[in-house]
């Protein structure tokens, strides 16, 4: 799994935080997603998932990854 964020998208909701948190931040400056990484563990593919899903922004997108267990 390879993960993307479009701050221009996020609106600062903070729901994949909640939802993911070691996969995802909020800039404590403006309250934009931060990503803390791309390729994410198997374990957390389910959470990182349903926070795209939920994203209100529509801001994180997700792509098959290239390496073993994506
Ligand atoms: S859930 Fe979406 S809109 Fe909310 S902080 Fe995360 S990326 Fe931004």
Do not use: K, Y
Not at 26 to 44: F, I, M
């Amino acid at each position: 799994m390879h993960v993307t964020v479009d701050q221009n998208r996020c609106c600062s909701s903070g729901q994949c935080v909640l939802t993911a948190p070691a996969v995802f931040d909020q800039s404590e400056e403006d309250g934009l997603v931060l990503l803390l990484q791309d390729r994410p563990a198997e374990a957390l593919h389910s959470e990182v998932r349903t926070a795209a899903a939920i994203c209100p922004g529509g801001a994180i997108s997700l792509s098959a990854g290239q390496e073993v267990g994506a």
